[in-house]
């Protein structure tokens, strides 16, 4: 089985050179594979006191499967210390960069097997997000007394994703 590249390969924002459009014959991407991420919207859908936000501070793309990733430890802590119906838990990216890589062949003889660069489009191996600085990833919507365990919650999620991220709380007006 085929193991994923480096973070760093993805880290630089260029303008993709990928198209998905909704005429066939405009695509340059013929086909995107499914994204990893289950669910957007966890727990109950009410008005809260409070909105918890995990905020980008570089720009980054993020894999869809660290943002699944993130989504299950921060929606696990959430259910099993606040309750099921006391937060509303969002991601609020989309996975629409799609990544690509130009597999190369390596060890003896492989020059026979390959083209090298030629015509080096590369096949898609993956979807990202892309993150701006400033940009709110992921929202924990809770009351006023539960904020703690949400900033504990959205904090584990860090290490899973790429890139700096702050913590903001933020009081809804009622």
């Known amino acids: 089985m085929a193991t994923l590249r480096k973070g760093k390969c993805y880290r630089h924002l260029t303008r993709p050179y990928t198209r998905k459009s909704k005429f066939q014959k405009k695509?340059?991407?013929?086909?995107?594979?499914?994204?990893?991420?289950?669910r957007f919207d966890m727990g109950e859908n009410k008005p809260f006191d409070s909105a918890v936000h995990l905020v980008a501070k570089t720009p980054h793309n993020i894999r869809h499967n660290a943002m699944e990733s993130a989504r299950?430890?921060?929606?696990?802590?959430?259910?099993e210390n606040i309750g099921v119906s006391d937060y509303h838990f969002k991601i609020r990216l989309y996975p629409h960069h799609?990544?690509?890589?130009n597999k190369m062949l390596s060890g003896a003889h492989a020059d026979r097997l390959q083209t090298g660069m030629?015509?080096?489009?590369?096949?898609?191996?993956?979807?990202?997000?892309?993150?701006?600085?400033?940009?709110?990833?992921?929202?924990?919507s809770v009351n006023n007394d539960k904020v703690e365990l949400a900033k504990k919650a959205?904090?584990?999620?860090?290490?899973?994703l790429p890139g700096k991220y702050s913590v903001i709380v933020e009081k809804k007006a009622v």
């Open 27 to 38: 695509n340059f991407l013929r086909a995107v594979p499914n994204k990893k991420i289950v």
């Open 72 to 79: 299950r430890i921060v929606h696990r802590e959430l259910q």
């Open 98 to 101: 799609a990544l690509r890589e």
């Open 118 to 140: 030629a015509h080096s489009f590369g096949r898609i191996v993956g979807l990202a997000s892309r993150a701006k600085p400033g940009q709110k990833i992921l929202t924990a």
């Open 154 to 160: 959205l904090l584990k999620a860090r290490p899973r």
